[in-house]
């Protein structure tokens, strides 16, 4: 587990009270995430000599020829060759960026994602003529940077030993609660940060989790670290496969408030 390591699990769990079988359980429960935040929200720890990762707003930059897709408003770039690699168990491009188009203020029907390899030449495209008039500028582009999280599986509470110790004592749930907390402010030197968007783990999500039955999280996008008057939440998942092969066509959009 090189996102963290099984000592800072064990130390963590001796500090809150938590039996070693369940510190156990909940590691293995654990997946890395890349959080995408403003220069501003990185802890001052992480801001020595951090590299830009994504973007939000502004124009795409699309290959001759290839169209702006679908409509959807542009909404955010991320710098594949910028993620730290060991913060992510999914298998994404190595280099280029990935151009994430959806909407906040409607169903985002018209979502989708392209990838352009950094050996390709691009231009920025002008606005889509299919966008809707309140969407016809583009977003404010802000540089974001990126910044190791972690995650914890959504049912980690139904965990059998877990569970268990859960059931033992009115105290247990807020004991575990403050353990899972310890574990994930870890790796981030703190609490999480406002992030704009998520890479990987597993959701942050506001109600049904759409990373399960065999899905797992692309990205997620909060509404207002785009536009800033939208309180909602874009969820993009898809099989280990698609995402692998770079199908984007196949990945499902998701839009929770």
């Known amino acids: 587990m090189a996102f963290i390591d099984e000592h800072t699990i064990a130390k963590l769990a001796d500090e809150h009270g938590v039996p070693a079988d369940v510190a156990a359980e909940l590691a293995g429960l654990l997946r890395p995430c890349v959080c995408l935040v403003t220069y501003d929200d990185l802890p001052e720890t992480r801001r020595a ?16 020829g290839v169209e702006w897709p679908n409509g959807a408003p542009f909404v955010l770039t991320v710098d594949c060759a910028a993620l730290p690699r060991d913060s992510i168990d999914i298998e994404l491009p190595l280099d280029g960026q990935l151009l994430f188009f959806t909407t906040f203020k409607y169903e985002p029907e018209n979502s989708a994602v392209l990838h352009v390899p950094s050996d390709v030449p691009t231009t920025d495209d002008p606005l889509s003529k299919d966008l809707d008039d309140q969407e016809a500028e583009p977003y404010e582009p802000r540089t974001l940077y990126p910044l190791p999280g ?46 704009v968007a998520q890479i990987g783990g597993f959701s942050n999500q506001w109600q049904v989790p759409p990373d399960q039955d065999g899905l797992v999280l692309l990205a997620q996008i909060a509404g207002n670290g785009v536009d800033h008057n939208l309180f909602t939440l874009n969820l993009i998942v898809g099989t280990r496969d698609d995402i692998a092969a770079g199908r984007w066509e196949n990945l499902q959009y998701e839009q929770q408030y």
């Not at 000599?49 to 001759?64: Q, S």
């Not at 907390?181 to 999480?192: F, I, K, M, R, T």
């Open 49 to 64: 000599d951090v590299r830009p990762a994504g973007r939000t707003g502004g124009l795409p930059a699309l290959p001759e």
């Open 150 to 195: 972690l995650s914890i599986d959504h049912d980690w509470y139904s965990a059998p030993a877990t569970a268990q110790f859960a059931d033992g004592g009115t105290d247990h749930h807020e004991v575990l609660d403050r353990f899972v907390e310890a574990v994930v402010n870890s790796v981030q030197d703190g609490p999480p940060p406002n992030s």
